[in-house]
């Protein structure tokens, strides 16, 4: 609502999935009956999914001057499963940089409240999605994933306290947005 009240040309977009064919790998990474879906299997799920939904979604609207607003990226596969799942940074980074090519965020918003209080906030976790049904301990390597990643991009990567009202949430957002000229209104 607010992107339309200050008229910016954009889209919001969401990995994994945003496009027909990576919606139809997201349904496989989340479906709570692929719990012995392994690690290294996740990471090419989501790869594939992202390479997919980067050609539909992303590069057409970028270079029609749109501005790209996506709920999670290249930095959640580094926080899951480069840190939580241990398959490690470096190879991460590496095949993240060859799915997206060019395509890498300009900034990332970490929306900081830690797991166990989001989980409460929500009111449990979805019992259909295989990922949010992980003990609390994998959810906890994950928010420290972001936390690191935070440290290693500190150019592009900005932790906003989400642990006030949504509004307020919102507010810090909105003031990064323009503070970094993402948004001018």
Do not use: W
């Not at 999914?49 to 970028?62: E, M, T």
């Not at 749109?66 to 980074?93: E, F, H, P």
């Not at 799915?99 to 019992?127: C, H, N, Q, W």
Request: proline share 3%.
């Amino acid at each position: 609502e607010y992107l339309d009240s200050i008229k910016e040309d954009y889209i919001i977009t969401r990995e994994p999935g945003g496009s027909k064919i990576a919606e139809k790998i997201r349904s496989i990474i989340l479906d709570s009956e692929n719990s012995s879906l392994v690690g290294v299997c996740e990471l090419m799920l989501y790869l594939a999914a992202r390479a997919q939904h980067v050609n539909d979604i992303i590069k057409p609207s970028l270079r029609q001057g749109k501005l790209v607003i996506c709920d999670r990226y290249t930095d959640s596969t580094l926080a899951y499963q480069g840190y939580a799942r241990g398959l490690g940074v470096d190879m991460v980074n590496t095949l993240n940089n060859y799915a997206v090519s060019e395509f890498m965020p300009t900034l990332t918003i970490f929306l900081d409240y830690p797991p166990e209080l989001a989980f409460k906030r929500k009111g449990g976790a979805d019992k259909t999605d295989r990922l949010e049904n992980l003990d609390i301990n994998f959810h906890k390597k994950v928010y420290e994933g972001y936390k690191k990643i935070a440290q290693t991009f500190s150019q592009r990567f900005f932790c906003i306290d989400a642990s006030g009202s949504k509004d307020l949430t919102f507010g810090r957002i909105i003031n990064l947005l323009k503070e970094k000229n993402i948004i001018k209104a």
